[in-house]
């Protein structure tokens, strides 16, 4: 009898792993150290392994953490300050003013702190964050019991985090070398976008990112201003003038890629670049909307994100998933497309690929970390079930998630955090945001 | 000093009401019998009225009741039993047979109790429902302690239901004069869709509303086909069509309105016909989209409704506010359309304009009906507050709703049924499962 040291049942399991439907009834987890031991039939694991603590989630379905492959987690602190205005408005006349002046380690370090504890909370357990004052985040990541990529935020003008490209990238690699093997921080490098970044910029984060083997990540093709603008300055759409500097690769996560034409979609594919899809925040800020059926079809690896909860508003992949699945039906006027299990493995399985963790992330299988979530279906909005993953992309919101497991601990029980007051989080950004008001 | 029966106080109130913001900060609210006695800042209200009920939300926000304008409610027992299909295959092989084999009384009324349940936790104090058993489901409303606008469907063709067109309409007429001077249901006569329903069925319906003053509702121009289907039949689009029956008029609320042309969203707004706005079930079954931006411009009465749980999957009014706000910029390009008050506008005081209460009901107003919600800020996703507006559209969820009260009785308080058990509610829905599921 092998020794685990947490078993999680529950009626539904949901694998994500494997070719097969990935859904386990009467399932049962093994969790030794960080790692999951086992899974399958619970008699089965009941019989391989013991523990002291068998926990029973009775009716409810476990399954991997959800990945939100886009956000810029302090913007929170944000949230709802300028809303139903354009783009152009909102970023010039309210958000950048506002980052200019509250930026740096300690706003950083709160915000991110609520920012997780939201994303924990609506069972998200990994996020792939660009900003600045990446110390800042990572202190409050590990603080609440999360797990993140953080990016390192390009820029080839001066900001409140450096003066000049070669400080941002001088501050990037000692941010690298520090979270290098770190279990629960991986660094990434990110240029922010085509018309912020010039080809020199990003040829040295692709340097970076193949030196130290992390992701890339960058804005693309969020508005048809920024296509019309790069094809003036390079004579090139946005995908071809990344791909120029060789950062269209297997390392890249491209967030938004709203505004790709069939060649450029076609590009991601052959390259083995993955889409990070916000259809939330493009839809708020009117920028258009990725076609994700066609990226689909063309084979490109596509993924979700929240974008920063100033534009969207809030950090839910839940929700995200259940608006991708309806609009791109709407969108294609197909209602087979991105279907319900679609969904899901764009939020798990195909998000650890994106972030190359592949091997270890995304799903539930033996050897891969114990990043998991149980939601709870004993609820009016939730009842009857007839289809579990229609259920979850269709039916279940961020309330639903009872329990979180990051690394092998519990992080979330109940609905609520473990390892840190949510009153005290709340509280904080309370204070912080009436500092921010006047 | 006046004797209210309950006065709820809470920082933030929505009044919906006159032509300011208004928001009054640190408000209050009286309730004298079923009725709101007075609403203001909780110091000018505390000092007309007394009451041995006074109950303080603190930071909440109190706003009208959410009212929901089109759905089934009984379809929530086949929620998720058929998606990601094509309307046609979704209705004619899953839907139509599953009603043929259970709908009756018991079903209806089971199920309809789930509806209620999950619609009052989610903030929604009164619908719209266009269904059959009307006093199957008048049982379950009242049970809970909902308010509802029961439309008795009308079809040119037997159902379970009736056997004719003449059988309809003397069932119809049944159950309008057994609610006539009901306070809590009001009847409506709902013929189903111009494609399942003849001209003389609309007048005769349209006769029925004029006789007893009371709402009209259909489906209209959904999908493409129905369109087509329309002008072939009557050389008529959809909306020309019910006007030339007289349908088009102050006392209908017509569902969905995808196809509608220029001219027919003109003669709307001359005939005072409101629309229901059913954006997520539009979405998911690929039908398109109303241009509710146009609408609106033209003066056109918009709602919300959020269809039957069969297409949707949920009875979740915040859900679609917010869903309208993002989906409408996205496809007008214009991010300041729909803007969050809009979106509250469209599910209060415009859906009690459209059902013709008007005068009793969407606003928090002295002499109104006192049908009201509590929605709590105190979580890290409501976190931090600018705008109220804002955060009711794009933040909040149906779990944030803490307290409902429907014509002045308290039905949901933390987040729980007052008057019913929870619990029975979901394991009576299971049991319905297990045998559908068979």
């Given at each position: 009898m092998k020794k685990a040291d947490i078993i999680i049942k529950a009626e539904n399991i949901l694998t994500m792993s494997g070719n097969d439907d990935g859904h386990i009834v009467n399932g049962a987890v093994a969790i030794v150290g960080n790692k999951i031991g086992g899974v399958g039939k619970a008699e089965a694991i009941l019989s391989e392994y013991s523990s002291d603590a068998v926990i029973d989630h009775g009716k409810s379905i476990i399954m991997p953490?959800?990945?939100?492959?886009h956000t810029h987690a302090a913007m929170v602190y944000f949230r709802g300050m300028a809303d139903d205005l354009p783009l152009k408005t909102w970023l010039e006349e309210h958000i950048w003013p506002a980052e200019g002046k509250w930026l740096g380690n300690d706003f950083v370090r709160d915000a991110t702190e609520l920012a997780c504890l939201e994303m924990l909370q609506a069972g998200v357990t990994t996020f792939l964050d660009m900003y600045f004052f990446g110390d800042a985040s990572a202190e409050s990541v590990k603080k609440i019991g999360m797990r993140a990529v953080l990016g390192v935020g390009i820029l080839d003008f001066p900001s409140v985090a450096a003066q000049n490209t070669d400080e941002y990238f001088?501050?990037?690699?000692?941010?690298?070398?520090?979270?290098?093997?770190?279990?629960?921080i991986t660094p990434c490098i990110a240029p922010h976008a085509p018309y912020t970044c010039g080809p020199?910029?990003?040829?040295?984060?692709?340097?970076?990112?193949?030196?130290?083997?992390?992701p890339i990540h960058t804005h693309l093709s969020e508005t048809e201003w920024e296509v019309n603008e790069i094809i003036s300055r390079y004579k090139m759409r946005p995908a071809e003038y990344i791909d120029s500097a060789g950062?269209?690769?297997?390392?890249?996560?491209?967030?938004?890629?709203?505004?790709?034409?069939d060649k450029e979609i076609d590009l991601f594919a052959e390259r083995g670049a993955s889409v990070s899809h916000c259809?939330?925040?493009?839809?708020?800020?009117?920028?258009?909307?990725?076609?994700?059926a066609k990226m689909i079809e063309r084979g490109v690896n596509v993924t979700l994100g929240t974008d920063g909860a100033a534009s969207n508003n809030d950090l839910d992949v839940l929700g995200e998933m259940q608006t991708a699945s309806k609009l791109h039906k709407?969108?294609?006027?197909?209602?087979?497309?991105i279907d319900a299990r679609r969904s899901v493995m764009m939020a798990t399985a195909h998000a650890a690929d994106a972030l190359g963790m592949q091997d270890s992330?995304?799903?539930?299988k033996a050897g891969f970390r114990a990043d998991l979530i149980v939601v709870d279906i004993n609820k009016p909005h939730m009842t009857p079930m007839y289809d579990v993953y229609s259920h979850l992309v269709y039916s279940a919101k961020a309330s639903d998630i009872q329990y979180v497991m990051v690394d092998g601990i519990p992080v979330i029980d109940n609905g609520q955090p473990v390892l840190v007051s949510g009153e005290e989080v709340i509280a904080r950004a309370n204070e912080w945001a009436e500092r921010i008001r006047e």
């Open positions: 953490g959800l990945i939100n492959t001088e501050k990037a690699e000692v941010f690298i070398k520090r979270y290098e093997d770190d279990n629960i020199d910029t990003y040829r040295r984060a692709v340097d970076i990112s193949e030196k130290y083997g992390i950062a269209l690769n297997r390392r890249m996560i491209a967030a938004h890629c709203v505004w790709l034409d259809p939330e925040s493009n839809m708020k800020l009117a920028s258009g909307s990725a076609r994700v709407l969108l294609s006027g197909d209602p087979t497309v992330l995304g799903r539930i």
